[in-house]
């Protein structure tokens, strides 16, 4: 069986442990590759090597620093088709959607950050009634430690590292043990793009162990989280202590606002998408859909007419909507989320019901559920799912609209349906979110900030904000006569 190797100093290797852990097709129930159970001396050993990897790294000139990374692009790219294939038997996401989605954009981050760093320019302040000069030096930070969740996998993985590297740093990197498959391949890439041995190096394993160990190694001092809440507060904890730089992108319930006045026909295709893209397992899906009262029995009947039309089936067959949920345990969580709903006295509008593939019986598919709440401080509108559910409820007015927008513990993102500016401006400006989206949904400009406030973490990636992270900021001071 295809082992799944941590790829460190250059090379791929065994764990030390000698331990290995199953990794599992999500459309067909079956173990078909082993991951590297790594502990700390596994950490350990990447470690040392990105630190010996740093002082060249860091003073490789920027020119060669981008042609590297826009080399890697190059190659995910010529390798699209390939690495796509390996995210859909990995993740259960429509193949469809991996080579539309995750593939080009895994490509486009390490673009991106390989022409970004070319424009990364620093400020001076001149002083001139002290004639002082000040400059500030924005210095990469050392080994840094990127950790990245199992929906998005190669996407959110290179979301991170490519900054990483663009600014100077070496990585330890950990994906997520659920999907580690593009992450194994990636490191081949970096190999055949030419990237020094131990300026990446990537390590298998649970969270608790190796996850734990990055947080825990006193030499990494700066961690770029993705992942669930809970999580993100244990690392937190954790690296207080040894005042590690942190940025964390937790989890979400996003609120999607829906105004009478929108153009209808377009929010209600969007609005399928936001609820169901990647079988809801987008930290960005509006899983919260509030309608003026106006037009919500109408909207009620559309969207669940359009929802019913979606087609849950293997992730390769081509007029597939919804793949598998990642892995079993996850589907029993989000079916439990359905029970919880219909206890609390929600009715289950569609969906709801697991789905039998035929040819993949043992697959985790499930129906895409829309759940109609009374009150939107109950559960399901409350806690995170991450799966394909979601809940709609009616509002009066505006007022109300954005109190139960904004009463939840989480902030990452919102959408906003309507035409009128006025309240675009107002709403936009209230809404409790690190991004609002009106009139559109997951439209991204990698230059943009991205993350979340409230529960939904700390920081911000994307753009310049990034290289920020990444980097420490020097002033330096000299005095002229
Ligand atoms: P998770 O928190 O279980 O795991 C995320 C990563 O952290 C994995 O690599 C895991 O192995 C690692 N990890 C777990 N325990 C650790 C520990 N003690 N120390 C160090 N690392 C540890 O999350 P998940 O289930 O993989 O992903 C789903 C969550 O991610 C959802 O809550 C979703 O909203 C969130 N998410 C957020 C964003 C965002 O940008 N805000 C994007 C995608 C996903």
């Known amino acids: 069986m295809q082992k799944i190797l941590n790829y460190i100093n250059g090379e791929y290797c065994e764990p030390h442990s000698g331990e290995w852990l199953d990794n599992y097709n999500p459309s067909n129930g079956e173990v078909y590759s082993q991951i590297a159970n790594s502990n700390a001396t596994d950490i350990s050993k990447a470690y040392d090597a990105a630190k010996a990897a740093f002082p060249e790294w860091s003073n490789t000139t920027i020119e060669e620093r981008s042609r590297i990374l826009l080399k890697i692009a190059a190659i995910i790219e010529r390798n699209l088709d390939r690495l796509a294939k390996a995210e859909a038997k990995d993740n259960g996401k429509p193949l469809s959607l991996a080579r539309v989605v995750d593939i080009p954009r895994a490509s486009s981050n390490f673009r991106f950050f390989g022409n970004a760093i070319t424009q990364f320019a620093s400020d001076a302040h001149e002083s001139v009634g002290l004639g002082t000069m000040n400059y500030t030096l924005r210095q990469p930070i050392g080994v840094v430690g990127c950790i990245s969740p199992w929906n998005l996998p190669l996407y959110l993985f290179s979301w991170k590292i490519a900054p990483a590297l663009a600014a100077g740093n070496t990585v330890v990197a950990k994906p997520s043990e659920v999907t580690p498959m593009t992450a194994y391949l990636l490191g081949e890439i970096c190999t055949e793009a030419g990237l020094p041995k131990g300026v990446l190096n990537i390590v298998h394993g649970t969270g608790p162990s190796a996850g734990q160990a990055i947080v825990e190694h006193p030499g990494i001092k700066a961690i770029s989280f993705t992942g669930g809440t809970k999580t993100g507060e244990h690392l937190a904890r954790t690296a207080a202590p040894m005042f590690k730089k942190l ?57 669940v007419a359009k929802v019913q039309q979606l087609k849950v089936g293997n992730p390769f067959d081509a007029d597939t909507n919804l793949g598998a949920l990642v892995s079993k345990p996850h589907l029993e969580k989000v079916q439990s989320y359905i029970a919880i709903a219909e206890d609390e006295g929600g ?127 020097k002033n330096v001071c000299i005095k002229y006569e």
């Open 247 to 303: 940025s964390l992108e937790l989890g979400g319930k996003n609120p999607n606002l829906i105004f009478a006045d929108c153009d209808y026909d377009k929010m209600l295709a969007v609005t399928v998408k936001s609820s169901f893209a990647n079988q809801g397992q987008i930290c960005l899906c509006g899983s919260r859909i509030f309608v003026e009262s106006s037009i919500y029995e109408k909207f009620k009947k559309d969207f």
């Open 347 to 473: 009715k289950i509008l569609c969906g709801g019901k697991s789905v039998t593939v035929k040819g993949s019986e043992n697959g985790y598919y499930l129906e895409p559920t829309v759940i109609e709440v009374y009150d939107d401080q109950c559960r399901v509108n409350q806690e995170e799912i991450f799966g394909p559910v979601v809940t709609i409820m009616p509002f009066e007015t505006e007022e109300e609209a954005l109190q139960m927008a904004n009463g939840v513990k989480y902030g990452l993102s919102s959408t906003l349906w309507t035409s009128d500016l006025n309240r675009t401006m107002r709403i936009s400006k209230k809404l409790e979110a690190g991004i609002v989206w009106v009139n559109t949904w997951l439209n991204r400009d990698l230059r943009t900030p991205f993350g979340g406030v409230k529960d939904s973490g700390v920081g911000r990636e994307g753009g310049f904000e990034a290289l920020r992270f990444f980097t420490e900021a």
